[in-house]
């Protein structure tokens, strides 16, 4: 029963989802608005400075990339952009045109269904993993996903008080964001999925959630 509500849950969130979306861009110029993304996505990517390098070339993961993600600054890399929504953003925005990223590859998919022949050096999972059906799927999926020695960046709104956490869980009111924890558990499902976090960063914080960017590598398994 448990399972069904969870599933019924992030399919509402998904027909929200487009929804949101096609009303936040009705009015909005196209040209405007993708300029003003790729300062934003810039200005994240500064805040990574120090702790990952992106090399021209590099494959890399756009996780749950929206129609707008970070994919629309990394024209030096070899993008995969995956999003359970893509072929609705593709019919349903006028906005987004995959043709206008050739060097990305667009793929409709679930983060947990998500399957590659490749892995790749960087995987980004940006203000999306509460956003999944399956949380611990997930993160199972992105380090998958992941070369040894590979990096996730992630971020994510996370809780700053237990009991808040738990009325939000109890009773939820946001139905976009179907998983509500703490930080120190998105933590431990890293790690336990072999991602040592390397940076942690809270990037804004308000009165219920802090905002928070993490840099986590996929470890070594070393054979004795």
Wanted: hydrophobic share 40%; aromatic share 12%.
């Amino acid at each position: 029963m448990k399972k069904v509500s969870r599933n019924l849950q992030w399919s509402l969130a998904q027909q929200l989802e487009i929804r949101w979306w096609r009303r936040y861009l009705d009015k909005k110029d196209k040209k405007t608005y993708y300029a003003w993304k790729r300062d934003y996505w810039s200005n994240f990517l500064s805040k990574t400075i120090g702790h990952l390098t992106l090399i021209p070339g590099m494959k890399v993961l756009d996780a749950g990339s929206g129609p707008a993600g970070i994919f629309t600054i990394l024209h030096d890399q070899q993008v995969t952009a995956i999003d359970p929504l893509i072929e609705s953003y593709r019919k349903q925005l006028p906005h987004f045109d995959p043709d206008d990223f050739p060097y990305g590859n667009f793929v409709n998919s679930t983060l947990e269904d998500f399957q590659s022949a490749v892995q790749f050096d960087v995987v980004f999972c940006l203000n999306v993993i509460n956003h999944v059906r399956h949380l611990e799927s997930s993160i199972e999926a992105l380090s998958c996903s992941i070369i040894k020695e590979g990096f996730l960046v992630l971020s994510v709104d996370a809780h700053r008080y237990k009991l808040l956490k738990h009325i939000f869980q109890l009773f939820p009111a946001d139905a976009l964001h179907p998983h509500q924890q703490l930080l120190d558990h998105y933590l431990q499902l890293l790690e336990r999925n072999g991602l040592i976090i390397q940076h942690k960063e809270l990037l804004n914080q308000e009165a219920i959630f802090g905002y928070w960017l993490i840099i986590a590598k996929k470890e070594v398994t070393i054979t004795p």
